[in-house]
């Protein structure tokens, strides 16, 4: 198997957030795995914010794809918007915030694949 879809992918139910977990690691209840990358989706409710917070050994990168909101990366606040990508640098501090209000939706990547805390 090398497709997945929303339905097959692993729900996490997070603070702040829902995240649907499509490509993951072996620690992982994800149908397809892989060693070098994490990818889901993330759906994060009207007006809310996500804890700041920091991957110390990951890469990130999300694409909004639905909302609007602004992020915050390293103390620099930018606008959120569909068909906006972002890059969270390796330790540097990064919030997301949903404005709008309807529900934001974003595609994540991590490199190096990561396990959220398993």
């Keep these: 198997m090398n497709t997945v879809r929303k339905n097959q ?10 995240v649907w977990c499509f490509i993951g690691t072996e620690k ?8 070098h990358i994490t990818m ?8 809310v914010d996500m804890i700041p917070h920091t991957h110390e050994t990951e890469e990130e990168i999300v694409f909004i794809i639905e909302g609007t909101g602004e992020v915050t990366v390293g103390g620099v606040t930018e606008p959120l918007e569909p068909f ?9 501090e990064h919030q997301v915030r949903n404005t709008g209000g309807g ?3 974003f595609v994540f990547m991590f490199n190096p694949a990561f396990s959220f805390g398993r």
Excluded: I
């Excluded at 992918?9 to 829902?18: F, G, H, I, T, V």
């Excluded at 889901?40 to 007006?47: I, Q, S, Y």
């Excluded at 906006?84 to 540097?92: L, S």
């Design 84 to 92: 906006t990508a972002v890059k969270f640098p390796v330790g540097v």
């Design 9 to 18: 992918a692993e729900l996490m139910k997070l603070p702040q957030r829902d």
């Design 40 to 47: 889901g989706m993330t759906e994060v409710p009207a007006r």
């Design 28 to 35: 992982m209840d994800t149908p397809v795995k892989s060693d």
């Design 103 to 105: 529900v934001m939706k």
